[in-house]
């Protein structure tokens, strides 16, 4: 069983793969498979070909992409070109069973088609927002990174839905609980 753990920046989809990981499932991060890409030098190579300032004595700007990609729709999608099919090859290429992954671009990368049950982590807008500006986020990238996201849509698709409005400790409760009732 394959299950995504989907939702938009800031409402705690890291925090439900913690706990998943400390449950004893497998997990990957679809942000963290990116991050390794990133370190990859012929991955580095095609993103220099794309977007030449990102990458800077071969090694990938990632403040720099962020900056390019999340106010360009075009870029946006060039960069999604490159990185969905590489990321989504990776989650397949795990025979982990069960399997947990952190799919923020669940919509947008054309992964529901790897996934066996879907569990949307959301939160009201104000908290989330308060959330990234404490990370140090700027209100222009928050809004840049949420425009970004296929959000409307989320719950059409989520089999479960964990609302992260309260502690920490309820999410991480709440998830235990969700992911004890899925198996």
């Known amino acids: ?7 938009t920046i800031g409402c705690g989809k890291s925090e439900v793969l913690r706990v998943a990981r400390s449950m ?31 990458v800077r004595q071969g090694r990938a700007d990632r403040a720099e992409l962020a900056k390019i990609v999340f106010n ?7 960069l999604n070109a490159l990185a969905h099919p590489r990321i989504l090859k990776r989650i397949e290429s795990d025979a982990s069973d069960p399997l947990v992954v952190e799919m ?13 049950r879907t569990v ?9 927002r308060r959330r990234l500006l404490l990370r140090g986020m700027t209100k222009e990238d928050i809004d840049a990174r949420t425009r970004a996201q ?17 502690t920490l ?6 998830a235990e609980a969700l992911f004890a009732r899925i198996l």
């Open 1 to 7: 069983m394959r299950i995504a753990i989907i939702g």
């Open 24 to 54: 004893g499932f497998a997990t990957l991060s679809a942000d963290e498979i990116n991050r390794d890409l990133l370190c990859d030098p012929q991955y580095v190579a095609l993103i220099e070909e794309q977007f030449p300032t990102a």
């Open 72 to 78: 360009d729709a075009a870029q946006r999608a060039k």
């Open 104 to 116: 923020p671009l669940y919509l947008e990368s054309g992964a529901a088609r790897l996934f066996d």
């Open 120 to 128: 949307l982590v959301t939160c009201s807008d104000e908290i989330r």
């Open 150 to 166: 296929q959000n409307e849509r989320l719950e059409d698709v989520a089999d479960y839905i964990l609302v992260n409005d309260g």
């Open 169 to 174: 400790e309820q999410l991480r409760e709440s």
